[in-house]
């Protein structure tokens, strides 16, 4: 057989079997008829080919929220982490994406997390536990305490924590000395009184807090910035002249309810002696704030002296009236609580099956 011109197999007699086995495919002798510098073309393409195809793959995979995020992502909870917009629904530019996606998305990436009134104490635990990095941190209206914050001792790094509008208390200051980067506070609408004001006074970094809704005295406040006068502390003293809170059967205290409530206003009482109102306002509410519970100066302005009661339904439940007296346009008291028979969680669950039924 001539080397220069080697036989092709499927060019030969099927009933040579010698020379069938001494012959090469047609494929290798189509290669070896490519010029060399085709060839080393060819192979470099595929070879590219196959190192994009794995970069994607790479990146694609490197991208994919780690299972700490997983755990804790859902509707209406975003967690960011840097250069991506991802919780956002929006596109990542691909510049972002091939060094995030090349190294891998780590749940020590994760620099804020908003949950807001999906937030518990048992979520709290888990970002403290898997996200050590996290930076801002937005829990307000959440079904949490200052007890479940505690655990936040292992993210030094918290530089702005939001928790208004929930049930945290005074002991939110035994957690500030462990964030010693923490500049913004929100405690609008919680249960912090003079006790955390006096741990907050303390604090070297905190910038800004607002206390709006608090149980927070002027004279504290007027200690805390004589104290830090740098931390821009944001009231509404000259705003607020009635505040209220319910304090349930177990002595828990909070503003706040899950569920279906009735707040009313009855004044002033009938110089008769009869026990009836001149006037009544009901406000009707899928679910109870700290603001539904906090009356300006205006509300009361023009109102003529007399008896006056506020009352709180909370699902089915009845709280007991509170009373105060309006006289030459003041109030007699400028805090209001109104007890219920029942603890918190049994009224929520009343409330619940209540809806249920419905």
């Not at 040579?16 to 060839?39: I, L």
């Not at 898997?130 to 936040?152: D, E, K, M, Y």
């Not at 209001?336 to 049994?346: D, G, N, Q, S, Y």
Request: charged residues 25%; proline residues 7%.
């Amino acid at each position: 057989m001539d080397e220069k011109n080697p036989v092709v197999i499927d060019a030969l007699d099927k009933g040579d079997p010698e020379c069938r086995m001494t012959a090469r495919p047609y494929w290798q002798h189509t290669w070896e008829c490519v010029p060399g510098w085709a060839k080393i073309a060819l192979v470099s393409l595929v070879v590219l080919f196959v190192v994009h195809v794995g970069l994607g793959i790479r990146v694609w995979y490197g991208l994919q929220d780690p299972p700490e995020v997983v755990a804790i992502k859902g509707p209406e909870r975003h967690i960011i982490i840097p250069a991506t917009n991802r919780d956002f629904r929006n596109p990542l530019n691909w510049f972002d994406a091939v060094p995030i996606g090349l190294r891998g998305v780590s749940a020590k990436d994760v620099t804020a997390v908003r949950l807001d009134e999906h937030a518990t104490d048992e979520l709290v635990g888990h970002i403290a536990k898997h996200f050590p990095n996290v930076q801002l941190l937005f829990l307000s209206r959440g079904n949490i305490t200052a007890r479940g914050l505690l655990c936040l001792k292992s993210c030094p790094e918290i530089y702005s924590l939001d928790v208004s509008d929930t049930d945290v208390d005074d002991g939110l200051g035994e957690l500030l000395p462990h964030l010693p980067k923490l500049t913004e506070l929100f405690v609008m609408n919680t249960e912090v009184g003079d006790e955390f004001a006096e741990v907050a006074a303390q604090h070297r970094q905190l910038n800004y807090c607002p206390i709006n809704g608090t149980n927070i005295m002027p004279e504290a406040v007027a200690s805390w910035q004589k104290v830090r006068p740098r931390t821009r502390i944001q009231t509404d003293f000259d705003r607020v002249i009635l505040r209220g809170a319910i304090r349930w059967s177990d002595g828990e205290i909070s503003r706040r309810f899950r569920g279906p409530c009735e707040v009313g206003r009855f004044g002033p009482e009938q110089a008769d002696g009869s026990g009836t109102w001149s006037r009544s306002m009901i406000m009707k509410l899928g679910g109870l704030r700290a603001d539904h519970l906090r009356w300006p100066p205006q509300e009361f302005k023009n109102e003529p002296d007399g008896n006056y009661q506020i009352r709180l339904k909370l699902g089915e439940i009845d709280a007991e009236p509170a009373d105060f007296v309006i006289k030459d346009g003041k109030l007699s008291l400028d805090r209001l609580e109104f007890r219920m028979p029942v603890t918190r969680a049994e009224a929520e669950r009343l409330a619940a099956l209540a809806d249920a039924v419905k």
